[in-house]
């Protein structure tokens, strides 16, 4: 066998074997960093619901979501995993289209038609959906997640005095827990 068929029956293998295997191989630092990033934001907003002196939304909001962002690409990039799997492709879609259609909600109708309590549910509600979507296919961790955050989520309506703050919590069980999950299992 020649060098060319090798390369290209070793690829056709490695085709089948990306198609078959259906791990998740999502680096957990991303699922720590915005789960950190949103409980952060609505830890702040409770903050401010209690009376409590706190900086402006501006001041923290931008560098929370630039620094999201560069960990997000910085690891992404990294490539720990040897192999890309469909469902980490599929994962990665799903989570980018949930996060852009919220960001895009976000930046054009909050404070205009969205109330802040509503984006707040947009916000969780639908990375609670793709935590579902994603744990339902591949990740046990994701889906309880999933399901933490959406019933914090459907939680908060019934306490208004600390409806920031049950989103915040919803948040460290819905990401940064499973995140944490996630990394003792690919370091074990």
């Known amino acids: 066998m020649d060098k060319s068929t090798a390369r290209s029956d ?3 293998v490695d085709r089948i074997l990306q ?14 960093t915005w789960g950190l990033f ?4 609505n830890a702040v907003q409770q903050a401010r619901a209690l009376g409590l002196p706190v900086p402006p939304d501006g001041s923290f909001h931008l560098p929370l979501i630039l620094l999201g962002v560069g960990v997000s690409l910085w690891v992404g990039r990294r490539g720990d995993s040897e192999r890309e799997t469909k469902v980490d492709t599929q994962a990665g879609i799903t989570f980018g289209v949930a996060f852009g259609v919220v960001l895009l909600l976000n930046l054009t109708a909050q404070h205009r038609v969205i109330p802040e309590e509503a984006m707040t549910l947009f916000w969780s509600g639908g990375l ?13 961790p994701l889906l309880i997640g999933g399901i933490a955050l959406l019933t914090a989520s459907v939680l908060a309506s019934f306490v208004p005095d600390w409806f920031h703050g049950t ?3 919803g948040w460290l069980a819905g990401m940064v827990i499973p995140a944490v999950v996630l990394w003792n299992r690919q370091r074990g």
């Open 19 to 32: 198609s078959a295997d259906r791990s998740l191989n999502v680096p957990p630092l991303i699922f720590l």
């Open 167 to 169: 989103i915040a919590v």
């Open 10 to 12: 070793l690829a056709l």
């Open 38 to 41: 949103a409980a952060i934001i």
């Open 128 to 140: 609670s959906m793709a935590l579902l979507i994603i744990g339902v296919q591949a990740s046990r």
